[in-house]
């Protein structure tokens, strides 16, 4: 009788079907991956052949450039496809745009991979879609009881408080250029935010995609204004009430100079643990994750109930031990290279 392993097994290059001779998210470039989402750690150029949601071959295309791979095919949402006599199937992930589970069949057995998943609203991106399986794969980058994420709209009112509080400042919010920067942008428009924001250069060429996929982000200009005639404090003046979202990497260096008493924000789950706010100079953290937090991913298995929970990339070990204790099957896969760089 086949196991669970004859159909999907981690190797050093990533998550393998033998049966079907393929790679989910691999980490080096092989002969055919299938991918579950746009972001580096999963989704790597190089590839020969390359399947994957619509939106997440069109981010990869914009973010390595159109030959990313040899060929491509385009995995339309729920259909079922066979690859090499194995059936597979993407479903939403909630976790950016584009971001899908990937459902592998064969002999029986039915395996879910999650890639990264959240299950709270988010309005730039599909739901989170709960789809019955023998095995789960589930992440565990907050998976420990004291990450516990609040509302997002209360993160989103503290920034706008503080927007309130020090009109003579810019605030400056670190977040990642997939997903987090144009979630960010869109939960200040749904709480009524409708001045121009302005955004690093990194992030325009995304922050148009999303436009162009019907994700409203209202007004945003670039922040790149040249010093005025008067120099630059007239440049500064004219950040002073703004919100400026760009990639954390940006705020270590000169661009983040060009601003008025900048209040540094961070958009991010790991804002949770106050020392990792102090360590990067953090005034105003904001607890805004693109994954589950504990209680999202206990209760995404407590709802599935699979015969057997694989889990990566994260902590793995509280994971493993909760399931234990409600009598479910679990083990860790120790995946390495995904370095949770949407956090």
């Known amino acids: 009788m086949a196991r669970f392993e004859d159909l999907l097994r981690p190797t050093p290059q990533g998550l393998y079907c033998p049966p079907g001779d393929f790679y989910?998210?691999?980490?080096?470039?092989?002969?055919?991956?299938?991918?579950?989402?746009?972001?580096?750690?999963?989704?790597?150029?190089?590839?020969?052949?390359?399947?994957?949601?619509?939106?997440?071959?069109?981010?990869?295309?914009?973010?390595?450039g159109e030959a990313f791979s040899q060929t491509r095919q385009e995995a339309a949402i729920g259909e079922r496809v066979a690859v090499n006599g194995v059936t597979v199937s993407f479903h939403?992930?909630?976790?950016?745009?584009?971001?899908?589970?990937?459902?592998?069949?064969?002999?029986?057995?039915?395996?879910?991979?999650?890639?990264?998943?959240?299950?709270?609203?988010?309005?730039?991106?599909?739901?989170?879609?709960?789809?019955?399986?023998?095995?789960?794969?589930?992440?565990?980058?907050?998976?420990?009881?004291?990450?516990?994420?609040?509302?997002?709209?209360?993160e989103v009112g503290k920034l706008l408080a503080s927007l309130r509080q020090f009109p003579e400042r810019a605030?400056?919010?670190?977040?990642?250029?997939?997903?987090?920067?144009?979630?960010?942008?869109?939960?200040?428009?749904?709480?009524?935010?409708?001045?121009?924001?302005?955004?690093?250069?990194?992030?325009?060429?995304?922050?148009?995609?999303?436009?162009?996929?019907?994700?409203?982000?209202?007004?945003?200009?670039?922040?790149?204004?040249?010093?005025?005639?008067?120099?630059?404090?007239e440049a500064k003046a004219a950040f002073a009430g703004a919100v400026v979202v760009g990639?954390?990497?940006?705020?270590?260096?000169?661009?983040?100079?060009?601003?008025?008493?900048?209040?540094?924000?961070?958009?991010?789950g790991w804002m949770r643990v106050r020392q990792r706010a102090r360590q990067r100079g953090v005034e105003l953290p904001l607890i805004i994750s693109d994954h589950c937090d504990w209680d999202e991913l206990v209760d995404t298995l407590d709802e599935l109930r699979p015969q057997e929970v694989w889990v990566t990339h994260g902590r793995e070990e509280a994971l493993v031990r909760w399931c234990e204790l409600r009598q479910m099957r679990a083990r860790p896969l120790h995946l390495v290279g995904y370095e949770d760089e949407a956090e």
Not at 109 to 137: L, N, Q, W
Not at 206 to 230: F, I, K, M, S
């Open 171 to 233: 605030h400056l919010v670190g977040a990642y250029a997939l997903g987090k920067a144009q979630r960010v942008i869109r939960h200040l428009r749904e709480a009524g935010y409708d001045e121009p924001i302005y955004i690093h250069g990194a992030l325009k060429r995304l922050c148009d995609y999303y436009q162009e996929e019907g994700v409203d982000l209202g007004e945003l200009r670039p922040a790149t204004v040249a010093a005025g005639r008067n120099g630059e404090g």
């Open 92 to 154: 939403p992930a909630g976790h950016v745009l584009g971001s899908c589970q990937i459902a592998v069949e064969w002999g029986g057995m039915r395996i879910v991979a999650s890639g990264d998943y959240k299950r709270r609203h988010d309005p730039t991106c599909a739901g989170f879609e709960p789809v019955p399986c023998d095995v789960f794969i589930t992440e565990a980058t907050f998976a420990l009881p004291v990450f516990r994420h609040p509302e997002t709209a209360e």
């Open 247 to 268: 990639p954390p990497s940006a705020f270590a260096d000169k661009w983040a100079r060009r601003f008025p008493d900048p209040v540094s924000c961070f958009a991010s």
């Open 24 to 64: 989910i998210d691999p980490v080096r470039p092989v002969e055919r991956a299938l991918v579950t989402h746009g972001h580096a750690d999963h989704a790597r150029p190089g590839s020969t052949h390359v399947m994957a949601s619509r939106q997440t071959l069109e981010i990869m295309a914009i973010r390595y």
